[in-house]
Nanobody, 118 residues
């Protein structure tokens, strides 16, 4: 089993930056992919970015390419999401999730709120 705890959310103005952290515990050695998702009120949860735990291959949706960077520190069992040039449409609860089998995300954190004001 894997436990995930997000932190680093907050409120910033458009154009600002935040760095989110996702601390993993438990059977972290079994993680294959760690991803970030976000959900705005009244909207479905959407995939944002992911990284493979072993070799750090990353993938981003087009809307965040060039602005967001995902990284991981295996020694600290932590995944980061550096968010730059934030836009109001980035406002959402951000969740990290982990897959231990392929790309099926089985484990989820509690979420952290990101609010971007115009």
């Amino acid at each position: 089993q894997v436990q995930l705890v997000e932190s680093g959310g907050g409120s910033v103005q458009a154009g600002g930056s935040l760095r989110l952290s996702c601390a993993a515990s438990g059977r972290t050695f079994s993680m294959y992919t760690v991803g970030w998702f976000r959900q705005a009120p009244g909207k479905e949860r959407e995939f944002v970015t992911s990284i493979t735990w072993s070799v750090a291959n990353a993938y981003y949706v087009d809307s965040v390419k060039g602005r967001f960077t995902i990284s991981r520190d295996k020694a600290k069992n932590t995944v980061y999401l550096q968010m730059n040039s934030l836009k109001p449409e980035d406002t959402a609860v951000y969740y990290c999730a982990a897959s231990v089998v392929g790309t099926v995300f089985e484990y989820w954190g509690q979420g952290t709120q990101v609010t971007v004001s115009s």
